[in-house]
């Protein structure tokens, strides 16, 4: 079964400039949610979304968005991009049973803003 | 929202036993769970715990007082390849947030 699929796995930016990031969840999994991974604060919880419906947000701007397809894939964008998003995004998926909770993480998106 | 605290850095060595606490502050608690992540690599899942008590799963172990708001994962008999990052993540209100993450460095 194939894996979580991020794309793509590296890109750079300029500051003012927006990004889409892309994910293909597991086969079957209906729940993909998005992280921010920096090394000084961790993975930070950006959204989660379930049969296209945002179902969670953290606490980001609203520079960031996202969106399900109906075949699960997710994208997210980030508009106006500022040095502080550089950062490596994860997306994972799972089922989307909300009472348990293994996430499966691709490789992520590490995006480096000039 | 959330609080997870655990160490920043532990260092042991090859065959020895490491124990990484994590304390957590949540509502709506729904489960914790342990993930690993190899430098440059995504997060693998370790384990969960929803009740309390200890989960064994071969080398590792996680443990849960969900009145205490603590966590442990313990890890022995040591490998080289078990240095890596280990984050706590705590699920609550359906939504799932890491701690900081222990950076665990194993040496011969």
Redesign the interface.
């Known amino acids: 079964k194939a894996g979580?699929t991020q794309t793509p796995r590296y890109l750079i930016k300029t500051r003012g400039q927006q990004v889409t990031l892309s994910c293909s969840p597991i086969s079957g999994h209906r729940s993909v949610?998005w992280?921010q991974q920096t090394p000084g604060?961790?993975?930070?919880?950006l959204f989660?979304y379930f049969s296209e419906t945002q179902?969670?947000k953290?606490?980001f701007p609203g520079r960031f968005s996202g969106r399900q397809f109906s075949n699960s894939r997710s994208e997210m964008n980030v508009s106006t991009l500022e040095l502080g998003d550089s950062a490596l995004y994860?997306c994972a998926s799972s089922p989307g049973d909300?009472?348990?909770?293994?996430?499966?993480?691709?490789?992520?998106s590490r995006l480096t803003v000039l | 929202?959330q609080n997870i605290d655990q160490p920043t850095e532990m260092t042991a060595t090859e065959g020895a036993i490491v124990q990484i606490n994590c304390t957590y502050q949540t509502s709506g608690f729904?489960?914790l769970?342990w993930y690993q992540q190899h430098a440059g690599?995504?997060?693998?899942?370790l384990s969960?715990n929803v009740l309390d008590g200890l989960e064994e799963k071969g080398r590792f172990s996680s443990f849960l007082s969900r009145s205490k708001g603590y966590s442990y994962l313990l890890l022995k008999e040591l490998q080289m390849k078990d240095s890596a990052s280990y984050?706590c993540?705590v699920?609550g209100?359906?939504?799932?947030?890491?701690?900081?993450?222990t950076t665990v460095t194993v040496r011969a």
């Open positions: 979580v949610s992280y604060q961790g993975l930070q919880f989660e179902r969670n953290g606490n994860l909300r009472n348990t909770g293994e996430l499966f993480f691709g490789e992520g | 929202g729904n489960g769970f690599e995504a997060p693998t899942f969960y984050l993540a699920r209100d359906y939504k799932l947030s890491f701690g900081a993450g």
